[in-house]
């Protein structure tokens, strides 16, 4: 059923996401650097919901969502059609999703596609949660975090696992392109898009996005806490190609902040600065955010 | 039966303002039922909730069409929305306003109360926590819920400092009512 | 002691009554809540079990696949799209005779996507192999978890509670729940039948040939057509501890003397009973009866329930596209052979949360009262949505 459309741009702030919602920067700055010529594939979320209540669209691209599991599977059905009918050199094909549909309900249907070899652009909106349902962990939750599956209590501190390493399983798969970004930083989700889209294959993005709700934040903080993640070495931002580290963004020595300074601003790590016991758990992620530092060169 | 419509933004606590005249009424030895009607969970979207309260247990699960009282925490909704719909003649209106409430537009034929909700939160809470606000409000202009049912439902829910706080805002909401009905 | 509880977490609460020793299950809207509030006593140290968080619901009817294979009394619960994905692990559970227990908060199914209620994501899997409850009030849906665990695990067939979702998982009322030494009294610890040990070493999911899948089909629809004692007996027993009777397979309200019943499954029965107190005020001789088990599909008690009105209305909120609403297919098959059959019309209404008035009810029973000629009709649809549609088309 076609839908009434609104704005001219590729996606319009026609939408109907949170203030400050990280997630709604990043994929219109996607979208943008994307341009027309573009066919995309969500999967269900917050960025399908916010952008698509029946009977309006946000979308001036061609646009389809068919469920939770499947964008990069219907992604590969549209790049191979696209092959078929001769019109691939016209379209390019980008699939995206949340952190959720990206590292756990999806991961299958991306593995194959990456395998497969397609010409496909995977874009994850990494929230760290699953935002659209109220908050639930996902495998990018990071450690510690409350989400309300993940609560603490005498028997939890939050979120009990670590950040599933998203980036580097993809580059194993061959992936030709594999990059992270930030909200933080609009302009390097515009470079790596183009940069993506001009390569052939299969490629990931990776973008960190501020979550109002989810992170328990102030509308007005994200964009300077994604900052602060990259900053900390918490959410190291680099690029891969055919599997190999060619380029980071560096933190200078007088940017380089510690973890609780990105930590203390969220509701999701409050736990930790409210009992003794909560030290050692900064701690832990200061030495994850160190070990990031050593491991992508951040700082030499 | 009493029915009553809460309408309200995502993130203000609707559906807990709900549940909280509805454990009240429940705690006064009466049957009583809350449920919310969300748009999206999106923080900030239009959020309606419902209250029914009877001597009878209740069976009927439809949206309420015809509320006796009307209860709206962000008055922007006013506009573009016909929030007094099949509202009841007499019925109580309670508004989150600091205005006079004359300038909402509302059809005559109700009672229609003010409360500074936000401000008052603000100045005792220290937070933009609106609903305990608004339902000390409903008690106060309606004489239909006891405070120390609501005072230990707000207790139960928001154990410590904060709470407190919310039930002396919603003290003052209750009191700052009473004989304001328009 | 009665209080007043939202529906998920009186539910959430009452699993843990249950002691599952396994707990997998996968967001999402409007189940979210059962499962936040289950991590919430996992995480308090209140729910003693194994508590996984999986990454699908597809992972989640595995998890407590493997679990009830190993013994272990295990729940999951789910709605739409998770319960669709989760479709071959549930074929496959009541094919092994696990006795899983989940909790489906009904919600329509995509496309378009919808979160809102409507009861085709569990209608859809009834030819499953599992016993299907609907409950119609929180502490109808509280109640049947202990006696689904009861009835699953002395029929060794898994059973969906189902309750509505958001007008039964997101409504506060007033809720009773039992104290852990009578939901213990009431449901025993779990004596699997068999399991995955050493000790005893057996095969599941053993592959059978066209020389033995029938019979063994044949043997789960011939427990499953069994079933209807167990399902009594839970009740009953269930009456006899706690005073609360919501029906068996089967509950009737204003029926005995009624020229029209209406048919439904669920919340909307509350609505319903409203409707018909008023009508019966009015002098129409109106009565409901309820459906409580879709499977197994209590047949000739439906029969001798509706056998002596002239006119059955079915109520759902569901639809088999291209026929109409499932559960009237089914009510007609009660009438196979019989000699009189009240005409016996769908009423096909409240897909994807759309709200159902007493008065729509009231319309259908009045309308039932001037002409029971069968029919299938769409109750509530908004004509101007329809005919923008139409044009789009
Ligand atoms: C099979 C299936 N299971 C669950 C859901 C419910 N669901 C919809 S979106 C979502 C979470 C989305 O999280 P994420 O992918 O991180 O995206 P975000 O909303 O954070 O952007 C869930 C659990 C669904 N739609 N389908």
Redesign the interface.
């Known amino acids: 059923m076609a839908h009434e459309q609104v704005e001219s741009r590729l996606m319009a702030y026609g939408h ?4 400050g919602c990280g997630e709604a920067v990043a994929a219109r700055t996607v979208a943008e650097a994307a341009g027309p010529d573009v066919i995309i594939a969500n999967a269900t979320g ?1 960025l399908e ?2 952008t698509t ?1 029946f009977p309006r669209s946000s979308w001036q691209v061609p646009w389809i969502h068919s469920l939770f599991e499947n964008a990069a599977s219907v992604a590969s059905g549209i790049e191979v059609a696209l092959k078929a009918l001769g019109r691939a050199g016209e379209v390019k094909v980008i699939a995206q999703g949340g952190d959720g549909a990206t590292a756990d309900i999806g991961m299958g249907a991306i593995s194959g596609m990456l395998e497969r070899g397609h010409d496909i652009l995977y874009v994850c909106y990494d929230t760290e949660v699953y935002s ?3 908050y639930q962990r996902s495998g990018l939750t990071p450690l510690d975090a409350l989400t309300t599956t993940s609560p603490a209590g005498a028997m939890s501190w939050g979120n009990a696992t670590r950040k599933k390493d998203l980036p580097a399983i993809f580059a194993a798969h061959g992936a030709v392109y594999v990059a992270t970004s930030t909200a933080g930083f609009p302009t390097d989700i515009t470079r790596k898009v183009k940069k993506a889209l001009s390569l052939a294959g299969p490629r990931y993005l990776q973008i960190h996005c501020p979550c ?2 989810g992170w328990g934040i102030d509308s007005s903080k994200g964009i300077r806490l994604a900052r602060i993640a990259v900053n900390s070495g918490l959410y190291p931002i680099f690029e891969m190609e055919e599997g190999v580290l060619t380029r980071v963004r560096k933190i200078k020595p007088d940017e380089l902040l510690p973890v609780v300074e990105y930590l203390k601003e969220q509701k999701r790590f409050s736990h930790l600065f409210k009992s003794p016991g909560g030290r050692d758990h900064i701690e832990a992620i200061q030495l994850a955010a160190n070990s990031n530092i050593e491991r992508y060169g951040l700082m030499t | 039966m009493k029915e009553i419509r809460i309408h309200g933004r995502g ?1 203000q606590g609707n ?1 807990t303002l ?2 909280f005249l ?2 009240a009424a ?1 705690a006064g030895g009466l ?8 748009g ?6 239009p959020v309606t909730a419902y209250v029914r309260i009877s001597d009878r247990p ?6 309420v ?1 015809e509320p006796d009282h009307l209860i709206v925490q962000d008055m922007s909704l006013f506009a573009g929305n016909d929030l007094t719909g099949g509202l009841k003649e007499g019925a109580l209106v309670v508004v989150n306003t600091s205005g006079p409430v004359g300038d909402l537009g509302i059809a005559e034929g109700f009672r229609v109360v003010g409360v500074p909700a936000t401000e008052l939160a603000l100045e005792v809470v220290g937070k933009p926590i609106i609903n305990t606000i608004m339902v000390g409000a409903f008690a106060g202009a309606s004489g239909e819920i006891e405070m120390d049912a609501l005072e230990k439902s707000v207790r139960e829910r928001y154990p410590g400092e904060l709470g407190e706080r919310e039930i002396v805002a919603m003290r003052r909401a209750f009191e700052m009512v009473q004989g304001a009905v328009r | 002691m009665r ?2 509880m ?1 529906g998920s977490s009186a539910v959430a609460e009452s699993v843990a009554l249950c002691r599952p020793k396994v707990v997998c299950a996968y967001p999402i ?1 409007p189940q979210t809540h059962i499962v936040e509030r289950l991590a919430r006593l996992h995480a308090e140290g209140r729910l003693d079990a194994g508590y996984v968080l999986a990454e699908s619901e597809f992972t989640a009817a595995s998890v407590v696949l493997g679990a009830s294979a190993t013994g272990a009394r295990a729940y999951t619960a789910s709605s739409s799209q998770g319960l669709l994905l989760m479709t071959e692990v549930i074929f496959n559970i009541a094919g092994m005779r696990l006795p899983v227990v989940m909790t489906v908060a009904n919600r329509a199914v995509s496309a378009p996507i919808n ?1 809102w209620n409507d009861q085709q994501d569990s209608m859809s899997l009834r030819d499953c192999g599992w016993i299907q409850m609907y409950a119609e ?1 929180v502490q109808e849906a509280c109640d049947m978890h202990l006696q689904a665990f009861r009835i699953a695990e002395s029929l060794n067939i898994p059973v969906m509670v189902c309750m509505d979702g ?2 039964l998982t ?5 809720v009773d729940l039992p104290s852990a030494g009578e939901a213990d009294s009431y449901l025993p610890p779990f004596e699997p039948r068999f399991h995955l040990t050493p000790t005893d070493p057996m095969t599941l999911g053993a592959m059978a040939g066209p020389d033995a899948y029938m019979e063994v089909r044949m043997l789960l629809h011939r427990s499953m057509q069994q079933a209807a004692g167990t399902i009594r007996q839970a009740a009953v027993d269930f009456h006899e501890m706690f005073g609360r009777y919501a029906g068996a397979q089967l509950d009737t309200y204003h029926a005995d003397d009624a020229e029209v019943l209406l048919v439904s499954m669920g ?5 319903m ?2 409707a018909v107190d008023e009508l019966r005020e009015e002098g129409h001789p109106v009565g409901i009866v309820k459906v409580r088990t879709i499977r197994p599909f209590p047949r000739s008690e439906l029969h001798d329930a509706l056998h002596r009105a002239r006119a059955v209305g079915v109520v759902e909120k569901d639809i088999s596209l291209g026929l109409e609403g499932i559960l009237c297919s089914e009510i007609r098959s009660a009438f196979c052979g019989a000699a009189e059959t009240p005409g016996i019309s769908s009423f096909v209404a409240g897909l994807g949360g759309r ?4 008065e729509q009810i009231k319309e259908i029973a009045l309308g039932l009262l001037s002409d029971n000629t069968c029919r299938v009709e769409v109750t509530g649809l908004d004509h101007e949505v329809l005919w923008r549609a139409h044009e789009e088309e």
């Not at chain 1, 109907?16 to 203030?19: F, I, K, N, P």
């Not at chain 3, 709200?355 to 007493?358: F, N, W």
């Open positions: 109907t996401a949170c203030a917050c919901v916010f209540r659209n349902t109220g109002v709700a | 993130g559906v709900g549940e509805a454990e429940f049957y009583a039922q809350a449920f919310p009607m969300f999206s969970e999106r923080h900030g979207a209740i069976r009927l699960r439809s949206q069409y | 209080e007043m939202e809207t979160i009030d958001y007008i997101h409504a506060t009322e007033p919340s909307l029965l509350g609505t009973k409203d709200d159902i008035r007493k």
